[in-house]
């Protein structure tokens, strides 16, 4: 087991003992789990994964979308700063896909590398918070 804290400008979401974190990096998904080595890293858009027990089946575990931040493990306690998340019960399908079409719309239309970088900056956020639209819509039918 690990100590996770997760944390956000609006304080701390979550703070217990889990079994496994798979967490977005800008260097690839890793997992986290008891007596991992220290580490520090840099979050990217994505899906984070926490297995409370190890007997929790892959579609159980809970998921946040994260949008930014650091990560630090050290003495057997993953923190991780959190620029933004996103709770999959606040995700309405319908809003994030027409957001996404909005997002492509101006990246087409973008004239300058700061309209790009910011089209794509809201089309990889609207394609996280899909993806976790349909975990949990996936995760519903069950």
């Known amino acids: 087991m690990i100590k996770l804290k997760l944390i956000t ?10 079994y496994e974190v798979m967490i977005p990096t800008k260097a690839g998904e890793i997992a986290v789990y008891g007596g991992h080595a220290p580490l520090v890293g840099v979050l990217s858009y994505g899906i984070i994964h926490v297995r409370e027990q190890k007997s929790v089946k892959d579609p159980e575990r809970t998921q946040i979308a994260v949008f930014g931040g650091t990560l630090k493990v050290l ?3 993953l923190i991780i700063l959190a620029d933004e998340i996103e709770d999959p019960s606040l995700i309405r399908e319908d809003e994030a896909t027409k957001a996404l079409e909005r997002a492509k719309e101006l990246k087409k239309s973008a004239k300058d590398q700061v309209s790009l970088d910011k089209a794509q900056e809201m089309i990889d956020r609207q394609t996280v918070r899909l993806q976790l639209a349909g975990l949990k819509r996936h995760k519903s039918r069950r």
Do not use: M, P, Q
Request: aromatic letters at 0%.
């Open 9 to 18: 400008l609006s304080g701390i979401r979550l703070d217990k003992e889990v």
């Open 75 to 77: 003495n057997n306690e």
